[in-house]
């Protein structure tokens, strides 16, 4: 979809941050509607029909939250959030560099959403997933994984750029009863990067996103 034609509904009540986003996403090409207010971000939301939405969690009459949820009861579209609790999240201050890599991934799940066939194999720089076969292969160089290992990495290549919570793997990967392997993923994220990266303590792929979860770069 071109950035001509994506609509962007953006609900935040500071001033400084809308005109910032006002200028950034207008000089990119992308259409804006602005709301400050959670009420009025759900009547735009349900009459203009925007392709991606950017939403505040400190709205000044509903929870953000509150807003994600009753959003996710009728919406059809990707959510990118300014803090946290939707389909992703950045933190303030943010660049404007993340902010817009950030939307072309909720842009590109949005197109698989709405029935694009999603490629088997994913490739992410030298990074190569055949998800059918169950390998990874770094460069020219096939990764041998554990099982855990290869559906934690096959999880977060099919979220690509999207931050994935510990919640959120540790359901995927352990199921409901995943009380007791919060520490089992930190070391399994470990052994990833230890065969993922050149340098572990500056890693390429695998980021951490502090006190939420984990991210596998796409770009």
């Known amino acids: 979809m071109p ?6 509904l953006l609900i935040e009540d500071e001033d400084q941050i809308r005109r ?5 996403l207008t000089a990119h090409q992308f259409r804006l509607l602005e709301a400050t207010t959670g009420n009025e971000g759900l ?12 939403l505040d969690l400190g709205l000044p009459d509903i929870d ?19 803090d946290a609790g939707a389909d992703d999240y950045l933190t303030k201050p943010f660049g404007v560099g993340e902010l817009l890599a950030r939307l072309r991934v909720a ?3 949005a197109a698989r959403a709405a029935g694009e066939p999603e490629d088997p194999v994913i490739v992410l720089g030298e990074l190569r997933i055949d998800l059918a076969r169950r390998q990874v292969f770094l460069a020219e160089n096939e990764i ?3 099982p855990i290992e290869f559906k934690l ?16 793997l540790l359901k995927e990967v352990w199921g ?27 890693p390429r792929y695998l980021l951490t996103e502090p006190g939420v979860g984990y991210r596998l770069r796409d770009d």
């Open 3 to 8: 950035q001509s034609s994506t609509l962007i």
């Open 20 to 24: 910032f986003l006002r200028a950034t």
């Open 43 to 54: 009547q735009l939301a349900a009459s203009q029909q925007p392709q991606v939405i950017i």
């Open 64 to 82: 953000g939250l509150e807003v994600t949820k009753r959003l996710r009861e009728w919406a059809k579209m990707k959510i990118a959030a300014l």
């Open 107 to 109: 842009l590109r799940h």
């Open 144 to 146: 041998h994984l554990t």
């Open 153 to 168: 990495l096959a999880i977060l290549a099919k979220h690509a750029g999207k931050v994935l919570t510990h919640q959120q």
């Open 176 to 202: 409901q009863t995943y009380g007791q392997e919060s520490h089992n993923l930190r070391v399994h994220i470990a052994q990833l990067r230890r065969k993922l990266e050149a340098d572990t303590a500056r």
